[in-house]
Every structure is written in structure tokens, then in C-alpha cells.
């Protein structure tokens, strides 16, 4: 599996980044899922803005964008754009660590890749379930 990070004009970086990357190929074999290629791409949101305007029609900020880029039966190819600038102040919304925000980012990414949804109420209940299950298995 290829994992990789990019930070585009960000002072954000990873620690600890060969655990994460271990914790997101556990992430998928729990999930059931083959993961070919998995990447996150750390920008702005300005940038982010710009990605949810042109390719989901939204005119709003968000903290992740998740693209799939493989067909439904082969394995996972994803790409995650991730806007710093979200990540840094939901952490301080939420008071947790960056670093705990951005994880729980990532895995809310893998996760779409893996095929949960939050659209609905009963779908941002099992997503935010299973998120904080794989958090807990991080920082354990």
C-alpha cells in the first residue's frame, strides 16, 4: 500500500507519521478493504474552498474532501484534501490537540473510502462511532 502526505503552504506537519501510516493499512484490513494507493494533501482554505466549489458545488468551508478514484470493486485509491486551517480551529473548538484533529481527520477520510457516509443522521452516527474507535486504537 503507498501512503503519502503533501503539504501545500502549510506549517502543519505529521508526527508520528510511520504509526499513522501502520494505523490506516490496520484501518482498512479491519475495514475489509484493499488499499492500493492512499493520499492526503494538506492545504489551505482557500484552496479547499476552491476544490468544493468546482468539483461538490459547495460554497462553504469543510475541513476534509475525500475523492475515491477507483472503480467500486478494485482496491481503494483515495485522495484526501485536508484544509490545515480547519483542522488547527476545530481542535481548538473541540479542545484536543492538533494532532488528535488532524488523525481524526485522516480516518474520517479512509473511512468514506472504506464506504461509510454522513449524509443522514443515523450514517454521522455510525462514521463518528467508528472514527472514535480507530482514535482510541491510535492513542492507546
Do not use: W
Not at 503507498?2 to 501502520?22: D, E, G, H, P, V
Request: glycine letters at 4%.
Amino acid at each position: 500500500m503507498i501512503i503519502k502526505f503533501f503539504f501545500m503552504n502549510s506549517s502543519l506537519r505529521l508526527t508520528y507519521r510511520k504509526k499513522l501510516k501502520n494505523h490506516l493499512i490496520a484501518l482498512f484490513e479491519r475495514e475489509g478493504k484493499e488499499c492500493f494507493s492512499f493520499t492526503g494533501v494538506f492545504c489551505s482554505d482557500k484552496y479547499l474552498l476552491s476544490i468544493n466549489k468546482e468539483f461538490l458545488g459547495h460554497n462553504d468551508y469543510t475541513d476534509i474532501i475525500t475523492f475515491s478514484l477507483a472503480d467500486s470493486a478494485d482496491p481503494i485509491v483515495g485522495e484526501l484534501y485536508i484544509s490545515a486551517d480547519r483542522v488547527r480551529e476545530n481542535a481548538r473548538q473541540l479542545g484536543v490537540s492538533i494532532n488528535e484533529e488532524v488523525c481524526r481527520v485522516i480516518f474520517h477520510g479512509a473511512l468514506h473510502l472504506c464506504g461509510y457516509e454522513d449524509k443522514t443522521s443515523e450514517d454521522k452516527a455510525s462514521m463518528t462511532l467508528a472514527e472514535e474507535k480507530y482514535l482510541a486504537m491510535y492513542f492507546a
